[in-house]
């Protein structure tokens, strides 16, 4: 109805990004018909909730970092004057979107509110062009995330935890050595963390036929295991004539073992 062209981002993610391409009138027209959709979603949630005051419609816009400093204008006086004249809120995120150059632009308001904002917000975008290359943002696919509790681990599927006895196992074996640090995190300071906890390297190899399943799409799995673990994991290149691959594993004892039973998992 709208004539704009409308791009939907593919499903396994919590977020899919939209793409509405075309002239800004056909643009206008699909983003009013998705903020009145977001309000039917909202009028319809409310009919049975005991909540009193009705919550705004809430868009996040993506928007290249090279194009915000148009958008806050000098000081923020652009985007006090678009807060002004459209009556929405519009926040700008201070980091840029994992793994991109963009930056995330929540509005929230009445639709009839975020409809004029979102004109404003193409007319400066129109007028100031993203400067060198955006790279795009693209959501993550969503993995378990896991909780250590009480000594057990527990991965959350949708609204439950369901005990995973493998992790509590390696949980337990790691919590035997006190430098074991939850999730990549190396603050210092942190209680159970020593800064001077001895550090070695390990060497696996791998089939070069297994690698991929271990490196994952665009290394996510092993970015996965590198956070979960704390360790510092290196691949080799392939090497003519070989039939594998050479993992070199950075770290603390707990870390590397914990690496390892990771990549052994995968």
Do not use: W
């Not at 959501?139 to 250590?148: D, G, Q, R, V």
């Not at 704390?230 to 003519?240: D, L, R, S, V």
């Not at 594998?244 to 990549?263: C, K």
């Amino acid at each position: 109805q709208s004539g704009a062209r409308i791009n939907i981002s593919e499903g396994s993610c919590p977020e899919r990004i939209v793409t509405i391409t075309g002239p800004t009138d056909a643009i206008f027209k699909a983003f009013s018909m998705i903020a009145l959709k977001f309000e039917e979603d909202i009028n319809a949630s409310m009919t049975n909730s005991t909540v009193t005051s009705k919550p705004p419609v809430t868009l996040r816009l993506v928007v290249p970092a090279s194009q915000c400093g148009s958008l806050i204008g000098k000081g923020g006086s652009k985007i006090k004057e678009i807060r002004e004249s459209t009556g929405a809120q519009v926040q700008v995120a201070g980091d840029m979107l994992p793994n991109s150059t963009e930056r995330a632009v929540t509005i929230s308001g009445t639709p009839d509110a975020i409809i004029q904002c979102v004109k404003q917000i193409c007319v400066i975008m129109l007028e100031s062009p993203p400067k060198g290359a955006t790279i795009p943002y693209r959501p993550k696919p969503a993995s378990a995330p896991i909780i250590f509790a009480g000594g057990q681990a527990f991965t959350i599927q949708g609204q439950y935890a369901l005990p995973h006895p493998d992790l509590t196992k390696l949980h337990q074996l790691a919590m035997q050595h006190p430098p074991f640090t939850p999730l990549g995190q190396t603050t210092p300071g942190f209680p159970g963390l020593d800064a001077t906890t001895p550090t070695s390297s390990h060497e696996l190899t791998i089939p070069n036929d297994l690698i991929g399943c271990i490196i994952g799409r665009q290394g996510s799995k092993i970015n996965e295991i590198r956070q979960m673990s704390g360790a510092q994991i290196k691949i080799a290149n392939a090497t003519e004539g070989s039939a594998e691959r050479q993992v070199t594993i950075t770290g603390s004892p707990a870390n590397i073992s914990l690496a390892q039973y990771l990549i052994n998992a995968r």
